[in-house]
């Protein structure tokens, strides 16, 4: 019964997949250009976004909401406001976490390169700065009549993800969604994933630097 | 010499109070009995379904937050356990059971021997798989209410009952709530290990809705608190 289902699951997921047509490598290039050219134009993103985390066995996703704010170089925050109110500010090297008021303050030089990895990478996929990932990952493009779809696989280093698959709007380049698949464990069929959908995204407003500033 | 005489009786009493685990002062002793699995009042989440806590962890001045997702499996007689950080990466996925923990995936930095173990230990304690079979030996004790202004003599009510159970890993001291029929606290020993866990419940339901535990020694702290 579990092959039967298994086989169902599959045929599922190749089926969506299919629906996203691979890109040439001269039409890839292509957008890959621009979207470089879209997000060297951005200075700052103001999203809200919907945070999905599943995990294979368990009878529920869990579901987190909040909003998004990202400022150039290197500064981002997450303002969770349910179920539970969080906040993450990261500014350079420093992360700030906030919760029920209380505050910690980690510096991620020392963090390990794993670490550094993650962050670096999760930010460059959330403001759509693909040149950044060429040396590690293996970017394949896919589009629907809306979007394009980027495939992140690593190919070097610790692979924390199986893959990063990132939704674009073909319209102004933005990232709608964003799906981190983890590589599967010994002992566990699937993958666990956790996947961001944003939406209500503002480019290039006015944020106040002191909004990011770590204390 | 009559103060002589009163040293052994005096030095029985501080030996007998010594003896009496902190969670259970107060309580009078009712000597070894058997006892089964239920008197502890295991309470039960739901079969096949998960339940979410949010998780703060504290160590020294740290605090770190993330999420513990927690699904019995009947058939299998485990307990899948899966904690995340806020954001989403998984830091540990593994099942419990009363054989001990089996873990599929393990973030870097919680991957040492003794960081593993306590886990383990406290996983199991929490969700009594540290338990095997259903009838123990325990030493008991109990706190009973007397109504002395009742003008009619009345019972004794059992209020609060404790039972030290030697386990493989180490004596724990189990405290329940008689009137209400809940599992309140449960103290392990322990050299460093050392530690208490604290139920606290909504009205009306059985499940906790927080559970505090505490490793004064480690300077560890971990907040469970059911969020659905």
Do not use: W
Request: charged share 25%.
């Amino acid at each position: 019964m579990n092959k039967i289902f298994s086989l169902l699951l599959a045929l599922c997921i190749s089926a969506s997949v299919s629906a996203q047509k691979a890109l040439n490598a001269a039409d890839a290039a292509e957008v890959e250009k621009s979207i470089e050219a879209q997000t060297s134009k951005l200075t700052t993103i103001k999203s809200n976004f919907k945070q999905t985390k599943h995990i294979n066995g368990m009878s529920k996703d869990y579901v987190a909401t909040g909003d998004m704010m990202y400022k150039k170089d290197n500064k981002v925050i997450l303002n969770y406001t349910t179920p539970k109110k969080y906040k993450m500010v990261v500014n350079g090297e420093k992360v700030m976490m906030e919760n029920n008021g209380k505050k910690n303050v980690y510096n991620t030089k020392g963090a390990g390169a794993s670490m550094n990895e993650m962050q670096a990478m999760i930010t460059a996929c959330m403001t759509g700065n693909l040149q950044s990932l060429k040396n590690k990952y293996k970017l394949t493009y896919y589009e629907d009549g809306q979007n394009y779809l980027v495939k992140v696989v690593p190919i070097t280093g610790k692979k924390i993800f199986k893959d990063i698959e990132m939704e674009l709007k073909k319209s102004d380049k933005m990232l709608t969604r964003l799906r981190l698949t983890e590589t599967a464990k010994a002992g566990k069929s699937g993958n666990d994933y956790t996947e961001y959908s944003f939406s209500g995204t503002e480019q290039n407003i006015s944020l106040a630097d002191s909004l990011f500033t770590i204390e | 010499m009559r103060y002589l005489l009163a040293l052994p009786f005096c030095l029985v009493l501080l030996l007998n109070s010594a003896c009496t685990p902190d969670i259970f002062k107060g309580m009078e002793s009712k000597g070894k009995q058997t006892i089964q699995r239920a008197n502890l009042y295991p309470y039960h989440l739901n079969a096949d379904q998960s339940t979410m806590y949010s998780m703060e962890l504290g160590f020294h001045d740290n605090m770190l937050s993330c999420l513990l997702l927690v699904q019995p499996d009947e058939a299998q007689k485990n307990t899948r356990i899966v904690c995340t950080s806020i954001f989403g990466a998984t830091i540990l996925d593994a099942t419990i059971s009363e054989k001990g923990m089996l873990i599929y995936d393990c973030a870097e930095q919680l991957r040492h021997k003794k960081v593993l173990r306590l886990l383990e230990k406290d996983l199991q304690t929490i969700f009594l798989k540290n338990l095997k079979g259903n009838d123990f030996k325990a030493k008991v004790y109990h706190k009973s209410y007397t109504n002395n202004e009742s003008a009619i003599a009345t019972d004794p009510i059992l209020m609060n009952a404790g039972y030290s159970i030697k386990t493989t890993k180490g004596k724990y001291h189990y405290k329940t709530n008689e009137v209400e029929q809940k599992l309140t606290s449960i103290a392990t020993d322990g050299k460093l290990t050392k530690g208490k866990m604290v139920f606290e419940y909504s009205d009306g339901e059985f499940q906790p809705n927080k559970i505090t535990i505490e490793h004064p020694i480690l300077h560890l702290s971990i907040l469970l608190e059911r969020t659905e």
